[in-house]
């Protein structure tokens, strides 16, 4: 099969197209066919292996200390597809079932992937093509988990800063979804999509900083971890909730000690992605109540351009990666 080889840290251009053996999936494992798959800032990160140095010798010696370990060499951490073989004591997925998946120890960009089936797998919505559907298993899984740590409820004023990438557009819609007035934080020329979704209110952060503007909020998501931790708890209501969606090991001690000594709570909103919160997601997306948002679409062969384009910072949304025929309609036609 193709794969994307990661075999070294670095740019865009480490990346390799190659022929490796398709996979042959254990008992308990899936083989899915991917049609789809996407690059995300998280993709980017891992290839060039960027992290705040309190998290880099551990990452390190998790995925390879000099260079990427043999079993992550493939990138790629979400997909859509199908089912093509189900290990003999698979009872929950059948050959043909179409469904969409995080790949949490990656390997998205390949013609195949084997997961195990107890991982969160689901049936891919309906009304969505497998492009749509590889965007939405990380972004979303993540923006439902913030969201439910900033316990949002109806009428909540609601910040969400980094809103317009793949984790903020679905955390927009579901703050949305939960009966809250959002403001979105984002650069100048994404602010059109985020109002196409839902936001009520949208802060350019290259004109105006949320921070200090003298806006209290019951929530803030902070997706990107970019705002002053300080003032964005200044910035906050009484019992408000700052969700670290990105957070450093100075955030834990400072949000440990607001937690402690204030009504304020902030929350280190780190994801454990389950079958349940992706069903959840598909039946949002089959009502009609969530939608995703594609800027580009690449074939797999052009992977080194979609991790750069992703690192220029211009992507809108999602970047799809399209690995077998044009991923945008079903098998069944
Ligand atoms: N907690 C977890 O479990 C978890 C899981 C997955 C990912 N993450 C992390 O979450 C982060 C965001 O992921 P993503 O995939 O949503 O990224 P993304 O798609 O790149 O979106 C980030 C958005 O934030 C905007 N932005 C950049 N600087 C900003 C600032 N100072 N203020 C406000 N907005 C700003 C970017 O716009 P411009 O580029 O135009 O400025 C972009 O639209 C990544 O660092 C990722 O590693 C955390």
């Not at 579901?174 to 196409?196: N, P």
């Not at 979609?306 to 809108?316: I, L, S």
């Amino acid at each position: 099969m193709r794969a994307i080889i990661w075999p070294k840290y670095g740019p865009p251009d480490v990346l390799q197209l190659k022929v490796v053996e398709t996979p042959t999936p254990k008992g308990d494992e899936v083989l899915i066919k991917v049609v789809a798959a996407t690059v995300f800032a998280g993709d980017c990160e891992m290839r060039r292996f960027d992290f705040p140095m309190s998290f880099w010798l551990p990452l390190r010696l998790m995925f390879g200390l000099r260079k990427p370990k043999r079993k992550v060499q493939i990138l790629g951490q979400e997909l859509a597809g199908e089912i093509e073989a189900v290990g003999k004591d698979v009872t929950q997925f059948k050959k043909g079932d179409q469904v969409f998946a995080p790949a949490e120890k990656f390997g998205a960009y390949a013609d195949y992937i084997c997961l195990p089936a107890t991982d969160a797998i689901a049936r891919k919505p309906a009304n969505m093509s497998y492009e749509e559907a590889a965007t939405v298993p990380v972004g979303g899984l993540n923006a439902l988990h913030f969201v439910r740590k900033g316990n949002v409820q109806t009428g909540d004023e609601v910040l969400i800063n980094g809103a317009a990438g793949s984790i903020g557009t679905f955390a927009v819609q579901i703050a949305k979804i939960a009966g809250a007035e959002v403001t979105a934080v984002d650069s100048s020329r994404k602010l059109d999509m985020l109002r196409s979704i839902g936001a009520d209110e949208v802060i350019d952060y290259t004109q105006e900083d949320f921070t200090r503007n003298g806006k209290t909020y019951d929530v803030i998501i902070d997706v990107v971890g970019k705002s002053s931790y300080s003032r964005s708890v200044t910035s906050l209501n009484e019992n408000g909730r700052y969700v670290l969606g990105n957070p450093r090991f100075s955030g834990l001690f400072k949000g440990l000690w607001t937690s402690l000594t204030s009504s304020k709570k902030v929350i280190a909103a780190l994801t454990g992605y389950k079958a349940e919160d992706l069903v959840c997601l598909k039946d949002l997306i089959e009502a009609g109540k969530m939608k995703t948002v594609i800027d580009r679409r690449y074939p797999l062969e052009d992977i080194v351009e979609a991790h750069r384009y992703v690192e220029t910072g211009q992507k809108t949304g999602h970047v799809v990666i399209t690995v077998a025929g044009d991923g945008k309609s079903d098998p069944d036609g």
